[in-house]
């Protein structure tokens, strides 16, 4: 059963980068055909996808959200890796990492993290 | 403002039968990208309920199925139990925007 596990500080000031890690366990990160994301959702708000990665580099990001953001991975520590740069008030929110199939297209989330508050504050 | 359109809020007494719809557009649902379905019970991480529109993943009752017509999908929970009560949330791809999108999800009341 694979299991994701979001990591990083739970307070960053405006301004900053936020850095989040996901890391993978009960599975490796380098499955065919499956990319590794970042979904957040702002307290008492929906869901918004900001960007994926697969195993060999690829890349795709939330248009409103490109230019602030950059998703790498690591497949020897079986992590994958959040920057969102310039943050402000309204980046508070919970991350959630989590992993979804691709067949030419992003398809559903089948695992999630459970999640980790970062708040944006002075 | 999602690109997927969800009603805020659904409610039902126990044992009724809710529905829930998500509407989109020519460049998601009605391009025939599949709909995936979340539930979010409260404090927790989304977990997928329904994917490719229609199918269940191992452990979900049978309770919950969902559909597909158009520019829209639908949510359908019968013999609705108290332990049904979350937020639910449609997903799909936008070929404008080039990514995944979701709903701004539905918060089912049981009553």
């Known amino acids: 059963q694979l299991q994701l596990q979001e990591s990083g500080p739970g307070l960053v000031k405006p301004s900053e980068t936020l850095s989040l890690t996901c890391t993978v366990s009960?599975?490796?990160?380098?499955?065919?055909?499956?990319?590794w994301g970042w979904i957040r959702q702002p307290p008492g708000k929906g869901l918004e996808w900001i960007g994926s990665?697969?195993?060999?580099?690829?890349?795709y990001y939330n248009p409103s959200l490109k230019s602030r953001v950059a998703v790498s991975v690591d497949t020897s520590k079986n992590q994958f890796s959040l920057k969102l740069s310039s943050v402000t008030a309204a980046d508070t929110a919970v991350y959630y990492c989590?992993?979804?199939?691709?067949?030419?297209?992003?398809?559903?989330?089948?695992?999630w993290g459970q999640g980790t508050l970062v708040t944006v504050s002075s | 403002q999602s690109v997927l359109t969800q009603p805020p809020s659904v409610s039902g007494a126990p044992g009724q039968r809710v529905t829930i719809s998500c509407t989109g557009s020519?460049?998601?649902?009605?391009?025939?990208?599949?709909v995936h379905w979340y539930q979010q019970l409260p404090g927790a991480a989304p977990k997928l309920l329904i994917y490719?529109?229609?199918n269940r993943p191992s452990g979900v009752p049978d309770r919950f199925s969902a559909s597909k017509s158009g520019t829209s999908a639908s949510l359908a929970i019968t013999g609705l139990q108290a332990e049904d009560e979350a937020d639910y949330y449609c997903?799909?791809?936008?070929?404008?925007?080039?990514?995944?999108?979701f709903g701004g999800g539905t918060k089912l009341t049981v009553l």
């Open positions: 997903q799909s791809y936008d070929s404008s925007l080039s990514g995944s999108v």
């Open positions: 490719g529109n229609t």
């Open positions: 020519s460049s998601n649902i009605g391009a025939g990208y599949d």
């Open positions: 989590g992993t979804h199939f691709w067949s030419g297209y992003p398809n559903h989330f089948d695992y």
């Open positions: 009960g599975g490796s990160i380098s499955r065919s055909n499956y990319y």
């Open positions: 990665i697969y195993y060999g580099g690829s890349t």
